[in-house]
Every structure is written in C-alpha cells, then in structure tokens.
C-alpha cells in the first residue's frame, strides 16, 4: 500500500502508541501533581490497539514503540505486545517501549519474551534527591528495574530531560554513570508541553549548555546525523550520545513520526493543537479503507512542525497523555 508522506515531503516510518494515560509517577515536566485521567471505557482496547497498528504497518510503518504514561500500567500489556509483535510478518520490523521501569523487575524477560526490541527508560537525574524532586517517586526501583531488563538481555537506552534549576548539575554524574555501565544516554531538552503556564523559556539547558558542561571533563565528537531526533555524538572516542535539541535546534525537517493516544487520537506532531479521532471513528464503525484515508489526509495536512511555530502548543493534552 502507499506510504504516508506530508506535504514536506517527509516519509512516515514511525509510530508512538500510548497504552494508557496513568502513570505512577508524577514528573514535575509531564503532568499536573493531581491529574485528571480519562474514563477508562475511553481507552483503546487491545483488538482496537492491534487493528490501528496494522492499519500504519501496511502503510509503510516499520517502527513501533510502546509509551504511556507508565505501558506497565496496562494489565494487559503482555498480550498487547504479542499481537503487535506478530504484525513483523506484516512488515514491522522494530517494537519498542518507553518505561520509568520501576515496575518492570518482575515483567523484564516476559517482555523481552513477548517481542520488545529495546526499552527507553526514563532517568532525570542519578542523585537520588534530584530524582525525588523531579518525579516525586524513589530512584531504587528503577534502578532494579534497569537491572533487570539487562540481565533479561534487553537492549537499554536512558532518557533524561534537563531542566535549569532542577536537574542541570546531574548532566555529567548521570552521564559518566551511564558511561560506566555501557547504557547509551539522550539528553532532552526541556520542551513546552506540561501544564499550561508553567513551562518558561529560562529553564532550557541548551545542547549548546550541555556539551560545555561535558566538554569541561570529556572529549565529546560530533557524528552525522541522521532521521533520528537526537543529535548524536561520541564521548571520550567510544561512548554514544544523543541530545534532542528541539528547543535550541528543532529536527522538524526530518521528522518520521507520528502518534496515537490512549484513545486513539492520531497526532502527526508531538505540537499538533488537535488531532484526528482515530478510536472515536473506529468505535462507529468505519472499515479500515476509511480510516487509512482519514490518516492519509492527516499526515498529508502535518505541518512544518515546532520550527514554523515556536513555544507552548494551546491544548488541553499534557505531557502524559500524549505518550511522548
């Protein structure tokens, strides 16, 4: 079937589904401290999950990842990855997930099992003051949690946002904590999509901010780039850096991806103001020739992104319910 192109010419190759909007944490950059979540009768069902997943696969999606809120939220999430595992004889070639992976001890190797190909693991600072402050959770089950999706054989990479005045000084310790242990890292820069009025323009460690903080006890090397949002570099001649610059340094030209909430609302930008109600028009009945059309015209209509359009986005979808 055709791929899914916009009218920038920028071909579609990945797909971000969120399993739930709950989370067990409550990052200060994410959510309100008492977030109002939605009916649970609102949320994709699995078959409803599975069917929209093949819908993008047979229109050229190859990449899958799994966010939330927190995927181990979701009861269901073994079954869930199984079914969406088996669309690779449809053309997937890559399921992964976002996690805070404090739950996932228990649920690693089932889920490495079950068809995941790498976990993003949520990580903000090492101190473990720092981390209670940013996500007023402890840092020790996730700390087990990385544990264990290593010993699973799972393949790992860390995520940490970075904002001034919170975390900024853990950019190094985090960094050379990761670097000891062979887990590659993406810093993020601090974007606009938390609570309305709360994210400032002063609270954003540049790349630029960040590589010199680096820089001060490291080698850092610049490589090409490519479609991925991270800018990518090499530490000290053999350690993988990111840093996803969207703030400083928007990726918008290059961007393949789009996303699906919890309630199947299709959002071609992670800064759309509205998206297209995907689940709604499959719960009234429409096959799935109508729906690829109604996705084909979303992502044709996808615009240039937070470059053509600066600062926080007018919705009332936060961080969390967006799968990030």
Request: neutral net charge; aromatic residues 6%.
């Amino acid at each position: 079937m055709s791929p899914l192109i916009d009218r920038h010419g920028r071909t579609k190759r990945k797909l971000r589904i969120s399993l739930t909007d709950r989370c067990n944490f409550r990052c200060t950059y994410c959510m309100p401290e008492h977030p109002d979540w939605l009916p649970r009768a609102s949320l994709l069902g699995r078959g409803e999950i599975v069917r929209l997943a093949g819908l993008f696969v047979d229109h050229g999606i190859d990449q899958i990842r799994l966010t939330g809120g927190e995927p181990l939220l979701r009861r269901d999430l073994s079954e869930c990855v199984r079914e969406i595992s088996a669309l690779r004889a449809r053309g997937l070639a890559r399921l992964s997930m976002t996690t805070n992976a404090s739950r996932i001890a228990p649920k690693a190797r089932e889920l490495v099992e079950a068809g995941i190909d790498d976990f993003n693991v949520s990580l903000d600072a090492i101190d473990p003051d720092t981390f209670r402050r940013l996500t007023r959770r402890e840092i020790a089950p996730v700390l087990d949690g990385i544990d264990a999706l290593v010993d699973a054989g799972a393949k790992v990479k860390l995520n940490a946002v970075v904002i001034r005045g919170d975390n900024e000084k853990d950019v190094v310790p985090l960094l050379e904590w990761a670097m000891a242990r062979g887990l590659p890292l993406r810093f993020i820069e601090y974007m606009p999509l938390d609570a309305p009025g709360h994210w400032k323009r002063d609270a954003v460690v540049s790349e630029a901010e960040m590589l010199a903080a680096i820089g001060e006890r490291h080698h850092v090397e610049s490589v090409p780039r490519s479609h991925d949002p991270a800018t990518p570099y090499v530490v000290d001649g053999r350690y993988p850096l990111g840093i996803i610059s969207t703030v400083s340094n928007p990726f918008c030209s290059t961007c393949d991806r789009l996303r699906i909430t919890a309630t199947g609302e299709l959002f071609t930008c992670l800064f759309s103001p509205i998206g297209t109600p995907l689940g709604a028009r499959l719960r009234e009945g429409l096959d799935d020739e109508a729906l690829a059309a109604q996705v084909a015209r979303a992502v044709w209509l996808k615009d240039a992104g937070y470059a053509s359009r600066p600062g926080p986005v007018d919705r009332p979808l936060t961080m969390h319910a967006m799968g990030g």
